[in-house]
């Protein structure tokens, strides 16, 4: 399977504990992007790498959330102290960066629950 | 603000008949659009796309028209099928801020037998 791949799929969490979700992205894409989608929206951006270097982060994305893509492979996003309105689908999406290459293909999604 | 609507949270169409989803931006630095499906429980699913030098794209069952001065995009589904019933996402990227995208709210399509 060559597509995007995040762990978990799920993650149920009490409120106040940290947790960690990861993408693979697909292979030769270097351009990796975080979403995170509540129910009856569409997906917020959260933040976008291009290769290791993180380039732009939303508003959306507090102090308590960090994003990291070392060496440029895998992404790991943690949210620290979570809170219930934390619970949400986070996707994660990965492009060539190519010119006229602009189309994103998104993983399964993690579905974070906050009790 | 809601840079990217789609007005229309549902949509009911006959097996074999056509089905239009709109999409309306207002955002003129977007310069690119794409449309996804989403199945329950998944991730979106790139469909189609289209880039602002153009006004329709076609592949397959499936055309996106774009119009420009009214900030307008249509996707075009024909002949519509039940494993179309999902919910599809517009969405719009300005290609000169890194590609990310912008999403509408979705429309509910159901392709009814």
């Known amino acids: 399977d060559t597509g995007v791949s995040q762990d978990p799929r799920h993650k149920i969490t009490k409120r106040g504990q940290n947790v960690t979700f990861r993408c693979d992205p697909i292979?030769?894409?270097?351009?990796l992007y975080w979403y995170r989608q509540t129910l009856g929206q569409g997906p917020e951006f959260l933040t976008y790498?291009?290769?290791?270097?993180?380039?732009?982060k939303s508003r959306l994305l507090s102090d308590r959330f960090s994003a990291e893509r070392p060496k440029g492979s895998f992404s790991t996003l943690e949210i620290q102290r979570t809170e219930q309105g934390d619970s949400a689908m986070y996707l994660c999406a990965s492009s060539s960066g190519q010119f006229g290459k602009t189309e994103a293909f998104f993983g399964q999604g993690t579905r974070l629950t906050v009790v | 603000d809601q840079q990217v609507k789609q007005n229309s949270p549902s949509l009911s169409v006959q097996e074999g008949r056509i089905s239009i989803l709109n999409c309306d931006y207002t955002n003129s630095m977007f310069d690119y659009f794409l449309w996804y499906k989403k199945y329950p429980a998944e991730g979106p699913t790139f469909l189609i796309s289209?880039?602002?030098?153009?006004d329709k794209n076609e592949d397959g069952r499936f055309t996106v028209f774009l119009n420009k001065s009214a900030k307008h995009l249509s996707l075009h589904i024909v002949p519509s099928q039940p494993g179309d019933s999902a919910v599809y996402f517009c969405a719009a990227a300005d290609t000169g801020g890194g590609n990310k995208l912008t999403f509408g709210t979705g429309t509910q399509l159901k392709v009814e037998l």
């Open positions: 292979s030769e894409h270097n351009r």
């Open positions: 289209i880039s602002s030098i153009k």
């Open positions: 790498f291009q290769n290791e270097a993180q380039l732009e």
